[in-house]
């Protein structure tokens, strides 16, 4: 999300062999409607929202993934001071889940599989604190089930190197711009989307074994 990448990628994008496999990807989209008291919510951040986003509506039981900011302490962010590195925050989603449908561990896994947890402060070429991947807890319970996935993941030797995923408590979640929201389904033809975005959601679609819609 660079702009410097954003850059370079539209150089060859019309070129890219990768702009034709992925020219029609279905992509998933939430369904945006205020929180029900029955709903359940979840937060990570794990590099590019956009790319967070649809990794989890891709999931069976997940109404919507919110792309925002959180983890930091600027109570005023937006995208320009979030990407300059001085509100604290991180790029992440809110997830709005049917616990009857999908658990709180299946989620944390697909967080897990859908990035690389062992990379501090950067997902591929996004570099910067707020690239850095979070996991956040509501509860005790949360905690524990995010530690324990580290855990199995670390013992299995899944990585070469340590993960440094943060586990930290929820505290705030604002949303980004409305520009943000759905922006893969919205822009399919950006160079960043063709070349990082989706070919990453493919991946992941390829090897995580999850319930998808």
């Excluded at 989209?29 to 967070?52: D, L, N, R």
């Excluded at 925002?68 to 889940?97: I, M, N, W």
């Excluded at 949360?142 to 440094?164: C, D, F, G, M, S």
Aim: charged share 25%; aromatic share 12%.
């Amino acid at each position: 999300m660079k702009s410097i990448f954003a850059t370079i990628l539209s150089i060859v994008s019309f070129i890219s062999c990768a702009q034709t496999q992925t020219s029609n990807v279905a992509i998933p989209k939430g369904i945006s409607k205020a929180p029900t008291t029955k709903e359940s919510v979840a937060t990570f951040a794990e590099g590019c929202f956009w790319h967070a986003e649809i990794v989890f509506q891709s999931l069976k039981g997940v109404r919507d993934a919110v792309s925002g900011y959180s983890g930091g302490h600027d109570k005023r962010p937006d995208y320009e001071k979030v990407a300059g590195g001085s509100t604290g925050h991180a790029e992440a989603v809110q997830v709005y889940y049917d616990s009857t449908k999908i658990s709180f561990e299946t989620l944390v896994a697909a967080f897990f599989a859908s990035q690389d947890p062992t990379t501090l402060n950067r997902q591929g070429n996004d570099v910067g604190t707020e690239y850095r991947s979070i996991a956040f807890y509501r509860n005790e319970t949360e905690k524990q089930i995010i530690e324990a996935e580290i855990k199995r993941l670390t013992t299995a030797k899944k990585y070469k190197n340590k993960i440094v995923t943060q586990v930290i408590p929820f505290d705030r979640f604002y949303p980004a711009e409305t520009y943000h929201q759905e922006y893969i389904a919205m822009h399919p033809e950006n160079p960043y989307v063709q070349n990082v975005s989706i070919p990453d959601f493919l991946k992941f679609k390829k090897e995580f074994k999850g319930n998808f819609k």
